[in-house]
C-alpha cells in the first residue's frame, strides 16, 4: 500500500469520494425527489430548518460564501432570494455540475483552509457537510480561516458528525478503519466526530460569539432506511414534524444525526 501523507490524506481522500460520486449527489437534489426518499434528503432538509431560520435574518444586500458548495442547489436557491453569493468547491466534478447551473464565476476551486478572499468579506459563510471529512487540526485552521473572512458581527453557520449519535456511526466507522488496517487496504476517507460541548468550545477558541449548538435529525432513521427503504421513507414522513422537539432537547441532543454550530464575530 502506497505510504499517506498523514497532513493531506483526510482533505484528499474527501475529494476522491465527491469526484466519485458527484452524480450521486446531482440526482439525490432532483427537484423531483420528495425529502423522505433518502435519509440524506431527510437529514438535509433537517438542516435546511436551522438554515433557513439564520438566513431570514440577512439583509438582501448580505455577502455569502458557501463553503464546499457541492453541485451548487443551495447557492441556486440564495440567488433567487436576491443575495450575493459565490462557491468554494474543491472537487472536481462537482464543482462542474455548479458551474453548469450557476452564472460565470459563482463557483471556484479552493480549500477551506486558504480560502481565496481578504480578511472581512463576508456577511455569511457556510460549510454543510464539510468539516466532517478534516481532521481535528484542519476542522481548527478551517474554522480560523472563516473567522478572517467574516465581516465583523458575521455569522457562521456549519454542520458536523455526532460522536454519540444514536445511529452508532463511530462504531461502524471505527470497525471499517479496523478491516482497513487488517486487509491493508487504503482509508475510504476521514470522519471527524464531536459532540455539543466540544463543538461549543472549539468555536469559542477561535473566538466566536453567541454560540449556537443544535441537533437535527432522528439518526436511527438511517438503520431504517438501510434495512428497507420504504419503511424509512414512511417513518420520516410520520416524524418530520417533531424531529425538533426530539433532537435539539439538551439532553437528547448528544445523539441526534447531525450536530449544528451557529456562532458570530463580533467585532
Known amino acids: 500500500m502506497e505510504k499517506l501523507d498523514k497532513k493531506s490524506w483526510a482533505r484528499d481522500t474527501a475529494i476522491a469520494v465527491h469526484d466519485k460520486n458527484a452524480d450521486w449527489f446531482h440526482q439525490q437534489y432532483d427537484k423531483s425527489q420528495d425529502f423522505g426518499d433518502s435519509a440524506f434528503l431527510y437529514g438535509r432538509r433537517q438542516i435546511d430548518l436551522h438554515f433557513k431560520n439564520v438566513m431570514g435574518k440577512l439583509s438582501k444586500d448580505s455577502k ?7 453541485t451548487g442547489e443551495q447557492i441556486e ?13 474543491p472537487s472536481t466534478n ?5 458551474a453548469s447551473k450557476l452564472p460565470p464565476g459563482t463557483v471556484v ?17 457556510y460549510a454543510i457537510e464539510v468539516l466532517r471529512y478534516l481532521d481535528h487540526n484542519d476542522n ?30 463511530v462504531i461502524i466507522t471505527t470497525m471499517r478503519k479496523m478491516l482497513e488496517w487488517v486487509l491493508n487496504k487504503p482509508p475510504v476517507c476521514h470522519v471527524e466526530f464531536t459532540t455539543p460541548n466540544e ?12 454560540i449556537e449548538i443544535h441537533g437535527a435529525m432522528f439518526a436511527f432513521l438511517r438503520i431504517i432506511y438501510k434495512l428497507h427503504n420504504k419503511l424509512g421513507t414512511t417513518w420520516a414522513r410520520k416524524l418530520d414534524g417533531c424531529d425538533k422537539l426530539f433532537n435539539d432537547q439538551a439532553w437528547l441532543r448528544p445523539l441526534a444525526g447531525h450536530l449544528i454550530g451557529i456562532a458570530q464575530k463580533v467585532g
Do not use: W
Request: hydrophobic residues 45%; aromatic residues 16%.
Open 77 to 89: 436557491e440564495l440567488l433567487e432570494y436576491g443575495l450575493q453569493v459565490v462557491g468554494l468547491e
Open 199 to 210: 463543538l461549543s468550545n472549539t468555536l469559542r477558541f477561535v473566538g466566536f460569539k453567541n
Open 94 to 98: 462537482m464543482r462542474q455540475y455548479a
Open 64 to 70: 455569502v460564501l458557501d463553503l464546499g458548495c457541492g
Open 140 to 169: 481548527l485552521n478551517g474554522l480560523k480561516e472563516i473567522y478572517r473572512v467574516l465581516k465583523p458581527n458575521g455569522i457562521f453557520f456549519g454542520t458536523f458528525v455526532n460522536r454519540y449519535a444514536a445511529d452508532g456511526f
Open 109 to 125: 476551486d479552493g480549500s477551506i483552509l486558504h480560502i481565496p478572499f481578504p480578511d472581512n468579506s463576508f456577511d455569511f459563510v
